[in-house]
């Protein structure tokens, strides 16, 4: 039997149970640190997670609104979506920003990086904050059905804090464009 060590956890065995284009989910027989034996289940994501909140001159933003399949609601989020892991993040960010809102952007900024649901994935999510915008029809992909829509920042803010917006990536942005609007390590870009 071949173990291997993973921190405190020793993995007596480990058998992929299920693989769609996006997402791996593996089976692991382990030894957990207090020495007792069990199972893991493990979900690996393919892809990167990427956000971006586009922000104007003015202090507005977009956000895109879908139906969401596995929580059975309609979602507003910042632009989001996933990227290749062996492309730089700021590509695919920049590609998924044009797809869902149709819009471009002169300056980029990373402002967060965070691991989503650590104790049963490895889903890594990287956000930017994107400004300097130019405008263009969104190409959404085929199996999207999106809907856009602009609003004041301070609007969305308030949005996350009364609950109103869940989205994990969309929350942990616009706490943390705050956060640096408010310190001044984020400047609203002139027009």
Excluded: C
């Amino acid at each position: 039997m071949s173990m291997t060590k993973r921190g405190p956890w020793t993995t007596l065995k480990e058998e992929m149970r299920y693989e769609t284009p996006w997402i791996a989910v593996s089976h692991h027989d382990v030894i957990d640190p207090g020495g007792r034996e069990g199972i893991y289940g493990v979900v690996h994501f393919k892809n990167v997670a990427l956000g971006v909140v586009p922000l104007d001159a003015d202090g507005n933003t977009w956000i895109v609104g879908q139906y969401r399949y596995p929580i059975q609601a309609y979602s507003w989020e910042i632009p989001e979506g996933g990227g290749k892991r062996h492309i730089p993040p700021i590509e695919s960010a920049k590609r998924e920003l044009r797809e869902e809102a149709g819009i471009e952007a002169e300056h980029w900024t990373e402002v967060l990086r965070m691991d989503l649901s650590n104790s049963a994935s490895d889903e890594h999510a990287v956000i930017y904050v994107a400004q300097g915008l130019t405008f263009h029809a969104p190409q959404p992909d085929p199996d999207e059905q999106l809907e856009l829509r602009k609003l004041p920042f301070e609007e969305l803010y308030g949005m996350v804090l009364r609950g109103e917006v869940r989205d994990s990536l969309t929350v942990a942005a616009v706490l943390r464009v705050k956060l640096m609007l408010l310190d001044g390590t984020l400047q609203k870009q002139s027009a």
